[in-house]
């Protein structure tokens, strides 16, 4: 017997790992046959977190249905077999699922605006705190876009199939914190879902510096942090905790001015340009401006459509899990 861990629970595991600790292996399982949700076993297993009430343990089990068998708990029934690679092995007897099974899970239960945000969290360089929110550390992404869609054409005919291959067109990878996400579905979600139709967007995009320049930077390439070749475009986001100081304001510099004699136009976003969502509105306006492109108009959902976008990833209490 074993537990299974899923849904919010695997979201909770994969996005608060951070940089320094080590990935868990494959678990041979391709099923939940061994599967249980006992109290006794939930209270002597070396569980990576408690649960409670407010933040219940959520464990898959096999059969169809749902229900829940106690307050600190939430049972998931599933019934497919399930494709090798579906989880990974924690402490003793305790499986998680994996991040390809975890994005399809949370297909379950969450829009598209929010299963894209957890895509590109998945997919991102960075983790979050065990709030379901913020930064705390960059790190190598867990999943690939890539990943993500051979794990579900795997799972012909799963609860919530078609919502996640929908959602998965928008994840940009590679993003670096919350906010680098927000820039960059805003670039590549429809109007209808929150984004402003932009030129197709890389985040993290290598840019090889001019031999010239090498110096100055001490190194012979670059990484755009969100990359518009189409427009040889890059929003460079320039956060308060990584770019005060000296040191660091020189090398902002110094990068941007890199970037620009590689012959790419450059916009620095700041959170003193994009605190409210009329400011954000505006910022994307010059950006439109500065890379040429052409500007927009919006209908009053689609406008709302933004506002939610931008609220869910700037709202301090906002929660993932």
């Not at 061994?34 to 959520?58: D, Q, V, W």
């Not at 464990?59 to 019934?79: A, C, F, I, T």
């Not at 914190?177 to 429809?190: F, G, K, M, Q, V």
Request: proline share 6%; hydrophobic share 35%; aromatic share 10%.
């Amino acid at each position: 017997m074993g537990l299974y861990l899923g849904h919010e629970s695997a979201l909770r595991y994969w996005l608060t790992k951070r940089g320094d600790e080590c990935l868990p292996d494959c678990s041979p399982d391709t099923s939940l046959a061994h599967a249980t949700a006992n109290k006794g076993e939930i209270i002597s297993s070396p569980l990576p977190f408690g649960c409670s009430e407010e933040r219940p343990l959520h464990l898959l089990l096999p059969g169809k249905g749902g229900r829940r068998s106690n307050p600190g708990v939430r049972e998931h029934q599933l019934s497919s077999v399930l494709p090798r690679g579906s989880f990974q092995s924690l402490a003793g007897t305790v499986r998680v699922a994996s991040p390809e099974l975890t994005y399809l899970l949370m297909a379950q239960s969450r829009g598209i605006q929010e299963l894209a945000v957890i895509g590109c969290y998945l997919c991102g360089g960075f983790s979050i705190s065990d709030e379901g929110r913020g930064y705390t550390g960059p790190r190598d992404p867990l999943a690939t876009p890539e990943n993500l869609s051979a794990f579900l054409d795997l799972m012909p005919g799963a609860y919530g199939l078609n919502k996640a291959r929908r959602a998965l067109r928008y994840v940009v990878p590679n993003t670096a914190s919350p906010i680098e996400t927000l820039l960059a579905l805003t670039s590549s979600l429809p109007p209808m879902l929150g984004g402003r139709t932009m030129p197709q967007v890389a985040a993290n995009q290598r840019i090889v510096v001019p031999e010239r320049l090498q110096n100055l930077m001490a190194t012979d390439e670059l990484f755009g942090d969100l990359y518009y070749a189409s427009v040889k475009g890059d929003i460079e986001y320039d956060s308060y905790d990584f770019h005060t100081g000296r040191y660091r304001l020189d090398h902002t510099s110094t990068r941007r001015n890199v970037i620009e004699a590689a012959g790419i136009k450059v916009v620095s976003a700041t959170w003193g340009q994009i605190k409210t969502f009329g400011l954000y509105q505006d910022f994307w306006w010059l950006v439109e401006n500065n890379f040429g492109i052409r500007h927009k108009t919006f209908n009053k959902k689609q406008l709302l459509a933004q506002e939610a976008l931008y609220c869910m990833l700037t709202n301090p209490q906002f929660q993932l899990f």
